[in-house]
């Protein structure tokens, strides 16, 4: 798998005959691997390498695995899969208690761990990609106010600036009314002054993001008063 | 006895690596390897009759 090339994985268990051919195998899939023996090694290898996720034994001597993850986490939210001996761990481990990513039970097969270290990654991954932490979704509707890109359908949209400040003004007020004034306030503030241009803005807005503009499901009008997004689902 | 169970799992983790990798050609059965492995089993199976003897003592 290409697309794991180059991502460093942090193994931490205590039984070097598992862990030598566990190493084996994520090396033949072109992963970068640190291998640690027990807790104070992988909070060192831990901080030193910046491993993309970790694969560490519940049950190691002395420093539980359970310590290592919470002192990992505390440092930064890595994808980390457990190696659990025991069936009544692993409602502690993946609960909510630790949090842990995936869990993979004793005895386990190398090629299931491998497996589920590329699952776990592509879905960190896809996470991170697809949301930016300023993004607001509506429906089918997502707003970008830093990267200033609207999205219908996963579909880039062109919107004019005073559009998009439109939008992005209902985008954050979702189920709230608001009247053509305060609308008003937020475009005029680069000189577009025109009274009751929100009228003729709202429905090239709808033009673009509604699938029936004639029959708005995002904007609504609220007769008398204004406009107000709703979240269609 | 869960504390037994949970070294057999330790031991059968072992083998089962082993024997996988024997299969995917990513090591070679050496001599070495397999005595691991008939090490392994016979730990497993030294911890079974001390689960079976515990059970027949009350």
Redesign the interface.
């Known amino acids: 798998m290409t697309a794991m090339t180059g991502r460093t994985v942090l193994v931490v268990d205590d039984e070097p005959a598992v862990v030598e051919i566990l190493l084996r195998y994520l090396r033949e899939d072109s992963f970068n691997v640190v291998y640690a023996p027990d807790g104070p090694t992988a909070i060192d290898l831990f901080e030193r390498h910046h491993p993309d996720l970790v694969v560490l034994d519940v049950n190691l001597p002395g420093f539980p695995g359970t310590d290592v993850l919470r002192r990992m986490r505390s440092v930064r939210n890595v994808p980390i899969i457990m190696l659990t001996g025991r069936a009544d761990e692993i409602d502690r481990v993946v609960g909510l208690e630790l949090g842990a990513d995936d869990y993979v039970s004793k005895p386990f097969s190398p090629r299931e761990v491998v497996a589920r270290v590329k699952t776990v990654l592509r879905r960190n991954e896809r996470a991170e990609v697809g949301t930016s932490p300023h993004e607001r979704r509506i429906g089918a509707i997502t707003l970008d106010p830093v990267a200033h890109e609207v999205r219908v359908g996963g579909k880039s949209v062109t919107l004019t600036p005073t559009q998009f400040k439109i939008l992005n003004v209902l985008c954050s007020h979702v189920g709230q009314t608001l009247t053509r004034d305060q609308l008003l306030e937020h475009v005029t503030a680069d000189g577009d002054v025109f009274d009751r241009t929100i009228d003729r803005h709202i429905a090239n807005l709808r033009l673009r993001i509604e699938p029936d503009p004639a029959n708005p499901r995002y904007i609504v009008t609220v007769l008398g008063v204004g406009y107000k997004m709703v979240n269609p689902s | 006895m869960?504390n037994r169970?949970?070294e057999i799992?330790?031991h059968?983790?072992?083998?089962?690596?082993?024997v996988?990798?024997f299969r995917?050609g990513?090591?070679d059965p050496t001599p070495e390897r397999l005595t691991?492995i008939l090490d392994?089993l016979a730990q497993v199976e030294i911890l079974l009759r001390e689960i079976s003897s515990g059970e027949r003592q009350p």
């Open positions: 869960s169970v949970h799992r330790n059968l983790t072992v083998v089962v690596s082993n996988e990798a995917d990513i090591v691991t392994e």
